[in-house]
């Protein structure tokens, strides 16, 4: 995919995640990484709904803008970079869904999704009887630390971690690809939420 493509793919997808209201407040950043390596990255403390596809930033690896630019990519940039490095895809989707949100604060180290169809929303899931265990990690405001969590908690079925308190990155093949995970993670997480709710037969 051409570059024009992939930053109207991530300016598109963008406002569809906030008319799902997961980037509510300014929340939230998307980025995707080009065939030649450099990392199309959301702007910081813009409403993502209004990103047209030149306000994303280019980074190198080392999360440097090239060429140089003004503009302030996400301060979760090292996060996405991390992942990248760890090999997780081609374009990440962070968001604040409040489902996955809430159900963080009450878990350990993972929500247990299990016999739900919706879980074949996740790519390499064929059947809903297939476990997929989404990591829970601790939230941190030092990008180092967080970045950290996340590749120590990666799971090979699971193409998403859920930050406690904070918010779910999600990730896959393309743009598309990442907001669907993101969708899925919060759908299945008000499943659980509601089964939790229920009372008992
Ligand atoms: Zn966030």
Redesign the pocket.
Known sequence: MSDPDILAELASEAKRLVALGFLACT???LSARRPDGLVAMSPSGIDKGSLRPQDFILLGADGQPIPPDARKPSD?TRLHLALYAAGVGAAVC?G?PPYAVALSMGESSVVRFHGIEMQKAFAGVSSHEQECLLPVIDNSQDMGDLSRRARAALRPEMPAILVRG??VYAWGRSVSEAGRHLEAVEWLCRIVHLCRSMPPA
């Open positions: 929340a939230g950043n979760e962070h604040h904070h918010g």
